[in-house]
């Protein structure tokens, strides 16, 4: 059995590839809960809905999220009557947040209702939240100047992730990033005998700080991840300087003052034991093995379903 830890794009793919090369069963998704929000009175939770859909053969690939073929009619009518409606919600993709939103008020846990929604789609891969708790990423930062709305504050702001992701387009200058909910959050069950049992961990290319910073942020799980540290691979979501998608580049050079496969495997240095860079970072490999940590370089872009495929059978050799 392998553990899998991802967010959402990255993370999908990645698993995806993973999915072709042992029995799906054998895969724990342990995914990030910290982009979690309530829109609408409903519950939305992007990255267990984003590799729920990409693995059930539902997702929107083109955009990363969201169900594919969509309709938007119920979006359209509440900013009929006022409502901003800056995060896109389309109409199956309501009838998940509907399902949740009601399983969860019955006392239902996250993971229990994760489980109900995989299942209902088929699918074998366990993915599950990494907590029950209610873990959210807070952006502190200034709008950037070049955002869509003019800068607002000489002082910095809070953002919720889904008003800096979305609402403006993570054009955020970051200077903290906090895991509101960490500090009492426990681990699933499932998540803790997922760590402890299983053969290898992958750390999947999704963004460190946003889609498995929530994670690391729970002391348990980071005591669970340095336990395993021999065991544990991490794939570079850095590729040539740039993030292959989303603002990871950004808030890498913001808090770091770089962004590279080099800063990203020092972010992961105490849990991840072998760092795979992208064959375009081959110059680092010496770097980060002087950081005590092995590391290899393959074609790691997952530009189509075979890439990802070719990416995970590389990751399992190792
Ligand atoms: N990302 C956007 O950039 N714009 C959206 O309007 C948007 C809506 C949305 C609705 C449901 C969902 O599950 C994800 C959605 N996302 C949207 C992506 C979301 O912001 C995720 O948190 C990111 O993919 C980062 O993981």
Not at 81 to 104: A, I, M, S, V
Not at 134 to 159: C, W, Y
Not at 284 to 308: S, Y
Request: glycine content about 8%; proline content about 4%.
């Amino acid at each position: 059995m392998i553990t899998v830890l991802a967010g959402g794009v990255g993370g999908s793919k990645f698993i995806r590839g993973l999915a072709n090369h042992t029995p799906p069963s054998a895969i724990v998704a342990v995914i990030n809960v910290g982009d979690d929000e309530e829109f609408y009175g409903l519950h939305v939770s992007p990255d267990l809905d984003t590799v729920t859909y990409a693995l059930a053969g539902l997702g929107n690939d083109t955009a990363g999220w969201g169900i594919k073929d969509e309709t938007f009619n119920a979006l359209s009518m509440v900013k009929t009557l006022g409502d901003p409606g800056w995060f896109t919600l389309g109409d199956k993709d309501l009838g998940t947040h509907l399902y949740r939103t009601r399983r969860l008020k019955e006392g239902a846990s996250l993971s229990t209702v994760t489980r109900e929604i995989t299942d209902a789609h088929q699918v074998s891969v366990k993915i599950v939240p990494f907590t029950d708790d209610p873990v959210r990423t807070k952006i502190i930062g200034r709008l950037r100047s070049n955002s869509n709305t003019p800068a607002e504050h000489d002082q910095p702001q809070l953002f919720s992730f889904q008003e800096y992701f979305v609402k403006h387009h993570h054009h955020v200058e970051i200077s903290s990033i906090y895991y509101e909910g960490a500090d009492t959050a426990s681990l699933n069950a499932e998540v803790v005998s997922a760590l402890l049992t299983c053969e290898k961990i992958f750390i999947a290319p999704s963004n460190p700080l946003l889609s498995v910073g929530p994670m690391l942020a729970v002391d348990r799980f980071k005591e669970l991840l340095k336990k395993r540290r021999e065991s544990t691979i991490a794939v570079s979501p850095i590729v040539a300087g740039a993030a292959i998608k989303g603002p990871l580049t950004d808030i890498l050079n913001d808090l770091y003052g770089e962004a590279s496969a080099l800063s990203v495997a020092r972010y992961y240095q105490p849990y991840v034991g072998t760092f795979v860079v992208d064959s375009q970072d081959s110059f680092f490999v010496k770097g980060i093995r002087d950081l005590n940590m092995n590391c290899v370089a393959v074609d790691t872009l997952m530009f189509d379903k075979e890439a990802e495929t070719k990416l995970a059978g590389a990751i399992f050799e190792l």
